[in-house]
Structure formats: C-alpha cells, structure tokens
C-alpha cells in the first residue's frame, strides 16, 4: 500500500543483511550523549537492546525480560496505543515521579520488511516545574514536543516584555492536509508533524519562539532583521523533500505578521499571520504572504455577509437587476439576471461584495435558488405581456453543481411557474465545466431535453476553453471583452476572439460577447461576425421596473 510514499523519517531502515546487534550498537553511541533511553523489540515483541539509560530510567535490573515487563506494564497502566508515534507521560517508581517523552518507530529492512520496534525515551523531569509535569503538559504539545497554544503566547509575551527588537510572527498550514491523513493514515500524518517539529527545532535560533497551535498549523515568533525569505523557502523545501510522493506532495502557506505593537495580544497577532495565510490562493510548495490591514476589513466583511445572510434571505433583502442582450441594432432579446442585495444598512450591494464570500462558504447555494426563483416568477409575469419573447439568463455558480439536482431544480420551477424553459437560460461558467467536464456534459444534455438553453459564462478566462469545446455541446458562448483589456497583448487576443467566435458559429452555438463598453468595441466586433451584445455600451443592469418601463412598450 502507498509504497510511492518514501517516509524518510517515520521508520529507521536497515541493510538486510547487516547485524542487528551492531546497528543497535552504532545507533546507541550516537544518542548516548543525549542521554536518551533505548529499547528494542523483534518483530516478535520480544526484548532485545536496551541501553543503560533505559534500565535507569525503569529502575529495572540490566534483565531485558524485566525491562520489557516494566515497560509494558507502565504503558498497559496508561492506556495508550503502543504504537502511537509520541506520548509524554509520568512515569512512577515508589515516591519518584517522571515525565518521560516517548517515541515510537518501527525498525525495516532494506527489502521493506518489519524486523522489530524502537522506543526512545527521554526524561523531561529537569525541565519541568518542581518534577510534576502539570506545567509542561499545560505548555507542550504531545506529539512534537514543541509549544503549544498556550506555551507560544507565554514565551512570545516574556520576549517581547524584555526587548525592543522588532519581531515577526509566521503562521503556516499544510495544504489539504486533512487529505493527506484520510488517504495516508494518521499515523503517517503524525511523522510528518513530528518531522516538521524535528526540522524546527534543528533551524531555529535562542530567542526563536516556535510551536504546534493545532492540527498542521504551526508558529514561529523570529527577529525580523533575521528573517530571510528565500533561506526560509529553502528550508521549507527540505521539509517537504521529505515526504516524496507520486500522489501527494506538501505545499506549505505561510502567513507573516509584522509586529507593530508588541503590546497587542499574541493570540491577535497569531490570528492576523493566519489571516495572512488564508489569503494565499498560489499552489506552490511554500507560499508567503505578508499580513495587511484590507486583510482584516475583508474578514471582517466576510463575517458580515455571512452572519446577516440567512436573514437576508428570509426578510427578501436579494432581489435581481436584469441587463438587457440585443442584436446589433439594439432590439433586445433577453437579460442577464443579476443578483442585488438591498442592504438595510449598507444600501445596495454588488455582487463582488458577497458571491465569493458565499461561494467560499458553501452557502451560495441557497442565493442562487431564491434568483433563480425570482426569475421564474419574473418570466411568469411577463406571459401575457409586451415582454413575452424575452428570455432571462440565470447564473449557476460551480458549487451549485455539487449541492443541488440542477436539473430538477428548474424543472420543478418551470412546473410551478407554468413557463418556457426555452426561455430561461441556464449560465455555466467555464471554470465550473473544467473542474467536472463528464458530469457538465451529461447534465448540460439533460437540460437541453428538458427544453433549456444552456450557456458557458466567461468563456476564454480559463485555460482549457478549446480542449472544453470538443466535449460541450452548449447553446452559448459568453466571451466576456474584459479579456482583451486584461491581456499585455491584445494584437493576439483579437486575433484568437475572432477565430473563437468563427469556430462557435461553425460548431452550431451561438455568441454572446459581453463588457461592449463603447462603439469602436461593438464596430470591432461587428466585423468579426458576432451579433449578440451585453454591455455598459447599450445598457447597465438596472431593477426589474425599469427594464419594463423601457423594454415593455416597444414589444
Ligand atoms: P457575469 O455572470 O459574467 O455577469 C456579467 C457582469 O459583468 C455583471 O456584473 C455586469 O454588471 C458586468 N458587466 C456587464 N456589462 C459590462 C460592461 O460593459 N463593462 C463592465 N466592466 N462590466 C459589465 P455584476 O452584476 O457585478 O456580476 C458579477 C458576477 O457575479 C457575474 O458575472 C456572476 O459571475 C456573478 N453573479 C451575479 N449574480 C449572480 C447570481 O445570482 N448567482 C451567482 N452564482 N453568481 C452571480
Ligand atoms: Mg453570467
Ligand atoms: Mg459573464
């Protein structure tokens, strides 16, 4: 299983053929100076090494037999996984009480094969207040032996408190973590932790605070003037070169908080590093981003948006603004409906306020529905009308794909609204497409009998639009103009707009080219062959009764 996976760390390997014994030996002499306590166990659980530290620390007799039976006898007492990788624990013998650190590792030969278990075990007790390991417990986390929480804001305060160095505090998470442990086990997810701890332990300086704050997240307080991002990168990298992997790889974010008044709680400034880390969207394997104050508005907006939303929902807050699509003349066939939110506070909200909030937080789910329904009963109204012909656009957003029956969704509407489905258009943007090509083909078919149009928002924003094609059969193409005011080469944009809106024509769909903003751009694309528009050019999105009042008469 997962034998891509080369855990450098979380087992010692040995040479097959080598003597158990003599690797023992080698192994001892290197931690003898550390004072650590060693025992081996066969693969049989039998008892074959311990060195002298070992039998102190158990006050058993140089008897591996006795040893074994101690040891064992204290971690049965305990209650804990034998082969969970690291446990601190008090370890008593008559009136004397001790924190031990253990660390468990299996030993494997070069041919993969288990050949016995390792345990060090290393005495806290002179680090710990008066011999009770409360405080340690209360201050340490168990499985690195770093900090934790609590132990961070206590050393990095008793710092800050005696200096005047300017100081900064590093925050990072390990991408999809919670993945890794899912596909790899928490076993190995907890070597990765331990080894991270290692490495930190190896590269930090005296007046360095560092610690696990919880799950993969961990921190680092250092002097600014010290910090070198490229060394840290590189260093990082060693991390992640630890764990090789055709499947999985780790991709560090790293967020900094520049501390600007070391008066301020640490737990703030943790909180900020960590804001800083959020906002990393980039996928490499160690990303940094540095913390800025629109951080903490936007989190602060975020908060907003999602605390008064179901309220918002509930007290009809979101209503739509329509945007009309016309031919080259200016006769309009349909609308976009946008979604608007009427704050009570705040006035009204664009969508670049609140969509990615809610996208993020996987509530977009529940606007997008009530639009769609405001929708409906808005084609509903228009039945009898001057108005009759128009068709609305909708938006679905890529994590709709996952939280609703798409299909049944509009059917139903269509159903309870007594519309044309021929009328309600269905957007998709390309991004959605790209991230599940076989299930937006099946579903894209499925409305398309079910009597809906279906469009591809966006198009040409993503990197995949041509190879998307070949497998997409949609109605529309929106290709939004923004794209050639973005591009630093707009010689060759036009010369791929113009071949993409050749090539949708010949694949039988239509084109909507949206953002026209002035009459060189429509001109432009005139001659181009397109002739559907949305744009500032012809009209802005404006409420429901406006369109009627301008739309409606000449229908
Ligand atoms: P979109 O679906 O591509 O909608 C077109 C956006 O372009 C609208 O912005 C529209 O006002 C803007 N626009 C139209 N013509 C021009 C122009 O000539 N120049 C410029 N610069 N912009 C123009 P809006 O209303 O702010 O919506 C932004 C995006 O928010 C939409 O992009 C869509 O992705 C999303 N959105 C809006 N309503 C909904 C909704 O109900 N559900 C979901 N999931 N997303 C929505
Ligand atoms: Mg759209
Ligand atoms: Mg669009």
Redesign the pocket.
């Given at each position: 299983m997962n034998t891509d996976l080369l855990f450098k760390e979380s087992a010692y390997y040995i040479d097959s053929g080598a003597d158990i014994n003599d690797i023992f030996r080698l192994i001892n002499y290197g931690v003898q100076q550390m004072g650590l306590g060693i025992i081996f166990f066969n693969k049989e659980k039998k008892c074959v090494y311990a060195n002298r530290h070992a039998f102190s620390m158990f006050h058993s007799e140089e008897n591996l037999e006795i040893l074994s039976d101690i040891f064992h006898r204290w971690i049965s007492s305990l209650g804990i996984d034998v082969a969970a990788a690291t446990w601190c624990r008090m370890f008593k013998n008559h009136d004397r009480e001790r924190l031990y650190r253990v660390r468990h590792r299996n030993v494997i030969d070069s041919e993969n094969k288990l050949v016995g278990y390792m345990y060090t075990i290393q005495n806290l007790s002179e680090i710990v207040d008066n011999g009770t390991g409360e405080q340690y417990r209360l201050t340490h986390d168990e499985l690195t032996g770093l900090y934790n929480r609590e132990g961070f804001n206590e050393s990095a305060r008793n710092i800050l408190t005696d200096t005047d160095k300017n100081y900064i505090i590093l925050y990072s998470n390990i991408k999809d973590f919670k993945l890794f442990n899912q596909l790899f086990g928490l076993d190995r997810g907890n070597d990765i932790l331990i080894n991270i701890g290692d490495l930190l332990l190896q590269h930090v300086k005296e007046d360095d605070v560092y610690a696990r704050i919880n799950g993969d997240h961990f921190a680092l307080m250092m002097p600014k003037d010290r910090f070198d991002e490229k060394q840290f990168k590189k260093l990082v990298r060693a991390v992640t070169n630890k764990v090789t992997s055709k499947t999985y790889s780790l991709h560090f974010q790293v967020g900094v908080y520049d501390i600007k008044d070391p008066r301020m709680d640490i737990s703030l400034m943790c909180d900020r590093a960590y804001m800083a880390c959020k906002s990393i969207k980039k996928d490499g394997v160690c990303e940094i981003a540095w913390y800025s104050d629109e951080m903490l508005v936007n989190a602060l907006l975020e908060k907003e948006v999602l605390s008064s939303f179901d309220f918002a929902i509930i007290n009809r807050q979101f209503g739509i603004?329509l945007?009309p699509q016309v031919y080259e003349d200016g006769t309009v066939f349909g609308a976009?409906?946008?979604?608007r939110w009427m704050h009570p506070e705040n006035g009204l909200l664009?969508?670049?306020v609140f969509?990615s909030v809610l996208e993020k937080a996987d509530q977009?789910y529940k606007?997008?529905r009530y639009?769609w329904e405001l929708a409906a009963q808005q084609l509903s109204a228009w039945k009898d009308t001057g108005l009759k012909d128009i068709s609305i656009s909708?938006?679905?957003?890529p994590k709709?794909l996952y939280y609703l029956d798409i299909k049944r969704e509009f059917t139903d509407l269509v159903n309870r609204y007594d519309i044309n489905p021929g009328l309600f258009n269905i957007?998709i943007?390309e991004t959605a497409v790209t991230s599940d090509v076989n299930k937006c083909v099946k579903l894209i078919l499925e409305l398309q009998k079910a009597g809906f149009k279906v469009e591809i928002?966006?198009f040409g924003s993503g990197y995949s639009s041509l190879n998307m094609l070949k497998d997409i059969n949609a109605d529309v193409l929106?290709i939004?103009?923004?794209f050639l005011r973005k591009t630093e080469n707009p010689r060759r944009a036009q010369v791929i707009l113009n071949y993409t809106i050749d090539m949708a024509h010949e694949l039988g769909m239509d084109v909507v080219t949206?953002?026209?903003?002035t009459e060189e751009q429509l001109d432009f694309l005139k001659g181009m062959g397109c002739r559907m528009f949305?744009?500032?050019?012809f009209d802005?999105?404006m409420p429901v009764n406006c369109f009627e009042d301008k739309y409606g008469q000449n229908k």
């Open positions: 603004y945007q976009e409906a946008l979604a664009e969508p670049g969509i977009i606007l997008d639009i909708v938006n679905v957003s709709d957007e943007t928002d966006d929106k939004d103009m923004g949206e953002g026209v903003e949305q744009g500032y050019y802005r999105p």
